[in-house]
């Protein structure tokens, strides 16, 4: 009988999402981030066929790990050998617990990651913008900016600019937070030492919070630190810079837009915006489009802005799918 080859971690997830099948791959990829997603995309490629016998080897080395891993969640190292050892013998559990031990450690505030958002908000919103920033850095972009957005505007501001200018954080900094927040929460996490925080973090972050919230920040940026809005501004899209698509991509994300959304966000629009979007419509649609904003009458800036977002939102993901191309920092970057 010929032996399997020996495979990497990588490589054994790519053959465990295929012997799974799509539709519970698909549930899985829900919960990986994006550079996750496309190495394993890259290796599921390169499969050509998963033998039945290296599938359920797999499947089990896979069952293993995670019933250690919520032995080790329930009571620690010791309590998940102690109960693996009873199962599987004492060889199988040294074993096993060996192999899960180099992926034991997570990253700072993991207890943070499990706590719902407006349940967090509530410990850390009266701490320094240093702390809340901190915390921000290490949650994933779509929890952060729900906490960020629910902040008082001055320290929405004051958190979004440190988040930008952090680097890396000294393991007694984060320490120390991390024990007052465990206290707050009854929670323990496991720490390590990571970088977080960066201009690219808090970018992702104001590509998710309401268009209210994100202009408060980038306004207040523009005033304290130009220099530091301008290469945020580089790596965002915001609704004003439609201007700067493409006729053909304008045209593909018209197709996308809800009319009622497109009539709304254009109340609030600039002249550019408006002759931009009205030179990739047919005479007939802008007319109805004209007509539509004319008959609205007066409307909440907050809708206007809302409306604006959910634009900016068929953009951005029309983008990621590749399917249009969005220029980044203004001339320097040529669409051939």
Same mark, same amino acid.
């Given at each position: 009988?010929?032996?399997?080859?020996?495979?990497?971690?990588?490589?054994?997830?790519? %053959?465990?999402?295929?012997?799974?099948?799509?539709?519970?791959?698909?549930?899985?990829?829900?919960?990986? %981030?994006?550079?996750?997603?496309?190495?394993?995309?890259?290796?599921? +490629?390169? /499969?050509?066929?998963?033998?039945?016998?290296?599938?359920?080897?797999?499947?089990?080395?896979?069952?293993?790990?995670?019933?250690?891993?919520?032995?080790?969640?329930?009571?620690?190292?010791?309590?998940?050998?102690?109960?693996?050892?009873?199962?599987?013998?004492?060889?199988?559990?040294?074993?096993?617990?060996?192999?899960?031990?180099?992926?034991? $450690?997570?990253?700072?505030?993991?207890?943070?990651?499990? &706590?719902?958002?407006?349940?967090?908000?509530?410990? /850390?919103?009266?701490? %320094?913008?240093?702390? =809340?920033?901190?915390?921000?850095?290490?949650?994933?972009?779509?929890?952060?900016?729900?906490?960020?957005?629910?902040?008082?505007?001055?320290?929405?501001?004051?958190?979004?600019?440190? /988040?930008?200018?952090?680097? %890396?954080?000294?393991?007694?900094?984060?320490?120390?937070?991390?024990?007052?927040?465990?206290?707050?929460?009854?929670?323990?996490?496991? $720490?390590?030492?990571?970088?977080?925080?960066?201009?690219?973090?808090?970018?992702?972050?104001?590509?998710?919070?309401?268009?209210? &919230?994100?202009?408060? =920040?980038?306004?207040?940026?523009?005033? !304290?630190?130009?220099?530091?809005?301008?290469?945020?501004?580089?790596?965002?899209?915001?609704?004003?810079?439609?201007? +700067?698509?493409?006729?053909?991509? /304008? !045209?593909?994300?018209?197709?996308?837009?809800?009319? !009622?959304?497109?009539?709304?966000?254009?109340?609030?629009?600039?002249?550019?915006?408006?002759?931009?979007?009205?030179?990739?419509?047919?005479?007939?649609?802008?007319?109805?489009?004209?007509?539509?904003?004319?008959?609205?009458?007066?409307?909440?800036?907050?809708?206007?802005?809302?409306? !604006?977002?959910?634009?900016?939102?068929?953009?951005?993901?029309?983008?990621?799918?590749?399917?249009?191309?969005?220029?980044?920092?203004?001339?320097?970057?040529?669409?051939?």
């Amino acid at each position: 009988m010929s032996r399997s080859p020996v495979l990497n971690g990588r490589q054994k997830a790519a %053959n465990l999402l295929v012997f799974l099948g799509p539709e519970k791959s698909s549930r899985i990829f829900k919960h990986l %981030n994006e550079s996750e997603i496309e190495q394993l995309t890259l290796e599921i +490629a390169n /499969i050509r066929r998963v033998p039945q016998e290296r599938a359920e080897d797999i499947y089990r080395e896979f069952y293993e790990m995670a019933l250690a891993s919520q032995y080790i969640a329930q009571g620690g190292i010791n309590y998940a050998k102690e109960i693996l050892e009873k199962a599987l013998g004492g060889d199988k559990a040294v074993e096993i617990i060996s192999r899960i031990s180099a992926s034991l $450690q997570v990253r700072p505030f993991d207890f943070a990651r499990q &706590t719902e958002p407006a349940h967090l908000l509530n410990f /850390i919103q009266a701490e %320094n913008s240093q702390t =809340i920033a901190l915390v921000l850095a290490y949650l994933d972009s779509e929890r952060a900016a729900i906490i960020l957005s629910a902040l008082p505007a001055e320290k929405q501001f004051e958190v979004a600019k440190k /988040i930008a200018l952090m680097d %890396n954080t000294s393991p007694e900094a984060v320490k120390e937070v991390e024990k007052v927040l465990e206290r707050k929460l009854s929670s323990v996490a496991p $720490q390590e030492v990571t970088s977080a925080g960066g201009v690219k973090s808090v970018v992702e972050i104001l590509n998710r919070v309401d268009r209210a &919230t994100e202009k408060t =920040i980038m306004e207040a940026l523009e005033v !304290q630190d130009p220099e530091l809005a301008e290469e945020i501004k580089k790596l965002m899209f915001v609704f004003e810079d439609i201007v +700067a698509i493409d006729d053909r991509s /304008i !045209q593909r994300v018209l197709r996308e837009i809800e009319s !009622q959304d497109l009539a709304l966000a254009l109340k609030g629009a600039s002249d550019e915006v408006e002759r931009k979007l009205y030179n990739n419509m047919s005479k007939r649609a802008s007319e109805m489009l004209k007509e539509d904003i004319e008959f609205m009458g007066p409307v909440r800036l907050r809708d206007v802005e809302e409306a !604006q977002q959910r634009v900016v939102n068929v953009i951005r993901k029309l983008e990621e799918a590749g399917e249009i191309v969005v220029a980044r920092g203004g001339g320097d970057e040529i669409i051939v």
